[in-house]
């Protein structure tokens, strides 16, 4: 008799259950070493674009094509239903983040977002910016944990500006937190001191919960990566970076699997570029998860090449390109929609927890990447240069002459 072994979830927070079409609760998945596996059952999901801003519609496009061809594969049906946001909703309706398009948001089982922001927008005043509106929805949607892979492919670690031997290998998960912190905290904003100087201020604030909620999901990505976590702060001068140690420290003693070490910000940056290898996966606050995160990015050669999934301890995540909306090439055919197709293979994984479908979206870019083509941001002499769309084309590609892949035992 084939042996069989449950397939838990990574974290309560980190998949959700699929939506079959006739809506009832789908049982605990499992996982069997047989010789022949029978197809799954067809699942339904709903999935909500946000295409945005800028470059945004071009790379959203594109991922939107690979994952319904990778999904067809894998007896996965999706329901897309595209709103704005950002720049593109104040243009249209006044708000960064229409009440329609966080509704539509919340009901979806993931969230596909592109890019948010443009210099049209620069001058308008807070409320009113695009980047509101991508704030407001992760409030929202709940989504608390940020989580950023920086790893260099064996394809492009020639583009890293590191040199090779210190870029070669490296696989970093950084988790953020993504709710709390300076961003967030209060009090905020403008006053005038009794000299008559005008003053801006903000608040760094970390509670106990908020802390816990992130680091057992650091610990538990850790645990199924190489069991190392390093926390980053700033104790030796922040009382809520004092708190932040303290939480970690007494929370790693229920994962004793996973080996945790400490670092201050400061030299986290710099050890980022010495010896980025050391690292497996971090966990920090907002804003030094915001800094640290783009910076890992660049160690892998491009910034065009990095996913990023944002999720809660319930309901939908939002899964997202890190890069930026990039004006400047907007509408030419030349954004790298690579990040984009990657975050959808996240959205897969943790937000809807198909491993199989994540695999061949992942494996469509590694073997689009083999066959050497490259957009600009990417390219290097002997490669083939290719615009946004064409790379789209080489990846579906890539997902259709594909195998089925095989269930893990």
């Not at 809506?23 to 069997?32: E, G, I």
Request: neutral net charge; hydrophobic residues 40%; aromatic residues 6%.
């Amino acid at each position: 008799m084939a042996a069989c072994k449950a397939n838990p979830r990574l974290l309560g927070t980190l998949t959700r259950r699929p939506r079959i079409s006739s809506r009832r609760p789908r049982p605990a998945s499992f996982r069997c070493c047989v010789a022949a596996v029978a197809p799954p059952a067809a699942r339904t999901y709903g999935v909500t674009l946000l295409s945005g801003d800028g470059i945004g519609p071009e790379v959203v496009s594109v991922a939107k094509d690979v994952l319904s061809l990778a999904g067809s594969h894998e007896g996965i049906e999706f329901l897309f239903k595209e709103v704005p946001i950002g720049g593109a909703a104040l243009d249209l309706i006044g708000v960064p983040l229409p009440e329609e398009t966080l509704s539509v948001a919340k009901e979806s089982d993931a969230v596909l977002l592109g890019a948010i922001g443009g210099y049209k927008w620069d001058n308008n005043e807070k409320h009113l910016k695009p980047e509101t509106g991508l704030l407001q929805l992760r409030a929202g949607l709940g989504v608390f944990a940020n989580l950023r892979p920086a790893a260099v492919l064996p394809q492009l670690v020639d583009s890293s500006t590191l040199k090779k031997e210190v870029a070669e290998g490296v696989d970093i998960m950084v988790v953020r937190e993504l709710t709390g912190g300076i961003y967030f905290g209060k009090p905020r904003g403008f006053e005038t001191n009794d000299k008559g100087e005008e003053v801006g201020f903000n608040t760094e604030v970390y509670s106990v919960p908020e802390i816990d909620r992130i680091a057992r999901v650091a610990f538990g990505i850790a645990r199924k990566r190489h069991g190392k976590l390093c926390s980053v702060d700033k104790a030796n001068v922040l009382e809520a970076s004092m708190l932040w140690r303290k939480r970690v420290t007494t929370l790693g003693q229920e994962f004793p699997d996973v080996q945790l070490s400490h670092m201050y910000v400061d030299n986290a940056a710099m050890q980022l570029i010495r010896d980025p290898k050391q690292f497996d996966t971090i966990v920090t606050n907002n804003i030094f998860g915001d800094i640290l995160s783009d910076e890992a990015s660049m160690i892998t050669g491009s910034i065009g090449m990095l996913p990023s999934a944002s999720i809660g301890e319930s309901g939908p995540g939002l899964f997202e390109p890190i890069h930026g909306s990039a004006p400047d090439i907007a509408g030419q055919d030349k954004a790298n929609p690579l990040a984009t197709i990657l975050s959808a293979a996240m959205l897969l994984r943790y937000g809807l927890g198909e491993e199989n479908a994540a695999k061949r979206i992942e494996n469509a870019v590694m073997e689009a990447l083999n066959r050497g083509f490259r957009t600009g941001d990417i390219f290097s002499p002997g490669m083939t240069l290719v615009g946004c769309k064409r790379m789209g084309e080489e990846v579906l590609k890539s997902v259709d002459s594909q195998k089925p892949v095989a269930a893990l035992c």
